[in-house]
């Protein structure tokens, strides 16, 4: 089983719409989380961090739900230039001082006009 | 700005030769990463490094090695080549215990 499990998609939205996709850990002690965007033959991009109590930036908004091992990301009033792939990405510190990242293989979202 | 780059945007090797990705970041971080990302697999972390000299297994090193003899600079070396290390591979770095990771434009290596 993956440890970071993502709807590859694609999620196709009109233009203005809104649309929320999961992704799911397998790792109970997994301690931080992010949504990482990747555009097109590009290198991904930090989005943003996810915490416990969910967090907004702008049109994003990201929750957690760690009883049920997921977290989600809703993007409201969808422009064109949202169309990327988005990663979800999952933290675990291990015994050093250095934390792995688990990358789960995204889930892309195309916005049509 | 931040910036990392790779040495080059497209590889074709034959099997068996021997292959050097070259990393360069700016920002004076003391990790760095190299990945190799397939479709539907996401990101896999081959080796990565949290200083000069200092290298630790990823989840998929078989195959390779690296190099970190400057701070700036992580090299991954493909020893002998073979088909199924066809691939997009990133370079990331990172301040030290910062989850926010920064990536290269990718090398994508074809392996005929």
């Known amino acids: 089983r993956k440890e970071v499990e993502q709807d590859p998609g694609p999620f196709n939205v009109p233009e203005g719409a809104t649309v929320a996709f999961n992704c799911t850990y397998s790792n109970s002690a997994s301690q931080s989380f992010f949504w990482y965007r990747q555009d097109c033959r590009k290198e991904p991009k930090l989005l943003m961090s996810?915490?416990?109590s969910g967090n907004e930036d702008g049109r994003f908004t990201a929750q957690l739900n760690r009883a049920s091992q997921y977290i989600s990301l809703l993007i409201r009033d969808s422009k064109l230039s949202d169309s990327a792939t988005y990663l979800c990405?999952?933290?675990?510190?291990?015994?050093?001082?250095?934390?792995?990242?688990?990358f789960g293989a995204g889930t892309q979202v195309v916005v049509t006009p | 700005d931040v910036k990392v780059t790779q040495s080059s945007r497209y590889l074709v090797k034959r099997t068996g030769e021997k292959v050097f990705l070259e990393c360069v970041q700016d920002?004076?971080?003391?990790?760095m990463f190299w990945y190799r990302q397939d479709p539907g697999l996401g990101l896999r972390l081959i080796y990565f490094s949290y200083d000069v000299k200092m290298k630790e297994k990823g989840d998929i090193p078989e195959g390779y090695s690296v190099s970190r003899e400057k701070k700036e600079r992580f090299s991954l070396i493909l020893e002998s080549a073979s088909t199924n290390q066809t691939s997009m591979y990133l370079c990331?770095?990172?301040?030290?215990?910062?989850?926010?990771?920064?990536f290269g434009p990718g090398t994508r290596l074809t392996v005929t």
């Open positions: 996810v915490y416990s």
């Open positions: 990331a770095s990172s301040l030290v215990n910062s989850y926010e990771q920064y």
């Open positions: 920002m004076d971080h003391e990790n």
């Open positions: 990405v999952v933290n675990q510190l291990t015994t050093d001082s250095w934390g792995k990242l688990q």
